[in-house]
């Protein structure tokens, strides 16, 4: 069973940009919710899909955005991209319950210059 | 809200010696926790998962525990090797469906 997918591995954009990532999950898997993680800012959660809605949003600002297609896999949108939105971005695929076990991507590391 | 805090932030143990990682969680009513390692610049690798329901949860070297009623979790490494040198973080999952991370134990191996 493939794992997570998250792409572009790497992007580079500067100040003002915005930018797409994508996620596909575990095949089966339903629900999907994007991570953003600095160093200084540990994990911060920053919303969650589960059949196409959106389930649970973390304190970011509207600048961030995100969707699911039917077939699970995810986008988030990042508009105006300011120098603090350089991190780490993390997408995590949820097992059923009753394990609802969390499997992550590899992330995309981007870089606001 | 749900807190989650990790102790120590960083540790360093010579080869072969056993430890243990703390995770404290301040609202009982969770779900599961879940242990995950993560090495520099990647994703997180999920270890150990523990429902509420359980007391514990082995893989090889490793065990992790969980005792709800203290709002604590152990992940316990048994004859460390330099390749368990990375960041370790616990994340439990409660009411909401959300999942909350601590900011992890950086365990450095020396050989």
């Known amino acids: 069973k493939a794992g997570v997918t998250q792409t572009p591995r790497y992007l580079i954009k500067t100040r003002g940009q915005q930018v797409t990532l994508s996620c596909s999950p575990i095949s089966g898997h339903r629900s999907v919710s994007w991570y953003q993680q600095t160093p200084g800012q540990g994990l911060q959660f920053l919303f969650e899909?589960?059949?196409?809605?959106?389930?649970n949003k973390g304190n970011f600002p509207g600048r961030f955005s995100g969707r699911q297609f039917s077939n699970s896999r995810s986008e988030m949108n990042v508009s105006t991209l300011e120098l603090g939105d350089s991190a780490l971005y993390l997408c995590?695929?949820?097992?059923?319950?009753?394990?609802?076990?969390?499997?992550f991507g590899s992330g995309t590391q981007l870089s606001v210059l | 809200k749900q807190e989650v805090t990790q102790i120590p932030a960083a540790l360093s143990v010579p080869e072969g010696e056993n430890l243990v990682l703390n995770c404290s969680f301040t609202d009982s009513a969770i779900y599961n926790l879940q242990w995950f390692r993560q090495d520099p610049g990647k994703g997180l690798t999920s270890l150990l998962l523990i429902q509420s329901s359980q007391r514990e949860q082995t893989s090889g070297r490793l065990n992790a525990s969980l005792d709800k009623s203290s709002g604590r979790s152990t992940l316990y490494i048994a004859a460390s090797q330099p390749g368990d040198s990375a960041t370790y973080l616990c994340?439990?999952?409660?009411?909401?469906?959300?999942?909350?991370f601590g900011t992890g134990t950086s365990l450095t191996v020396i050989p």
């Open positions: 899909y589960f059949s196409e809605t959106q389930r």
């Open positions: 994340a439990v999952s409660g009411t909401g469906n959300q999942f909350y």
């Open positions: 995590a695929s949820r097992e059923a319950p009753p394990n609802e076990k969390l499997f």
